[in-house]
């Protein structure tokens, strides 16, 4: 029997895992593998590094003891957006003799069309992730052009979370999320508002 270990990740604490779970414990269930362990990360963007993900950390570790024979996980972009990261760890997980199921792509790298479709789905999760760099780089640009005040903002403009922000913290959020350097949440804080506004903001980035 395949022994299999579950990787599930969220980007926010207002998001929740369990979907994830359930689905890949269905389909374990249904290809008679045997879940070993089960690694969550909440509220941690995919954008980070193994080093700030400490599940995805734990999981390396894992494979490297060869605790299991495959890990399982929903999507590609649960995994990572960095297409460099994401191949790392494919190399790394085929060199310890353990494969790699993605649940929405329908992708298993037992087979040598797995390997070359989990290459280019990470080549589309980085172009995405450059286009919203680019979107946000020019945003700013016009937005300078215009003579808006941008960067953080001055002390005495702190706001209580939940309300709407001026323009010029706007854009500073625009610019953080750019970066993917931290997360919503930290983000949030650092600009004082609240997650569901740096969510807004976000999603019109992806518009």
Same mark, same amino acid.
């Given at each position: 029997m395949k022994t299999v270990a579950i990787y599930t990740r969220v980007s926010t604490d207002q998001q929740t895992t369990e979907n994830?779970?359930?689905?890949? +414990?269905? #389909?374990?269930?249904?290809? @008679?593998? +045997?879940? #070993?362990?089960?690694?969550? @990360?909440?509220?941690v963007s995919g954008a980070k590094s193994r080093a700030e993900r400490p599940a995805f950390d734990a999981l390396c570790r894992d494979a490297a003891r060869r605790r299991f024979d495959m890990v399982m996980a929903w999507s590609v972009d649960r995994l990572g957006r960095s297409l460099q990261d994401l191949v790392g760890f494919l190399s790394e997980?085929?060199?310890?003799?353990?494969?790699?199921?993605?649940?929405?792509q329908g992708l298993d790298?037992?087979?040598?069309?797995?390997?070359a479709m989990f290459q280019m789905m990470g080549v589309f999760a980085e172009f995405?992730?450059?286009?919203?760099?680019?979107?946000?780089?020019?945003?700013?640009a016009r937005a300078k052009a215009g003579g808006k005040r941008l960067g953080r903002p001055r002390l005495g403009d702190e706001r209580k979370p939940g309300q709407p922000p001026r323009?010029?913290?706007?854009?500073?959020?625009?610019?953080?999320?750019?970066?993917g350097e931290i997360g919503m949440i930290k983000i949030a804080k650092r600009h004082g508002v609240g997650v569901g506004t740096v969510q807004r903001i976000k999603a019109t980035l992806a518009a």
């Open positions: 994830q779970e359930r689905e890949l +414990r269905e #389909v374990a269930a249904r290809m @008679d593998w +045997r879940i #070993v362990e089960i690694y969550r @990360d909440e509220g997980l085929h060199a310890l003799g353990i494969d790699l199921f993605l649940h929405q790298t037992t087979t040598p069309a797995g390997k995405e992730r450059a286009m919203i760099r680019e979107r946000v780089k020019s945003g700013l323009l010029g913290v706007e854009e500073a959020i625009r610019c953080d999320l750019a970066t």
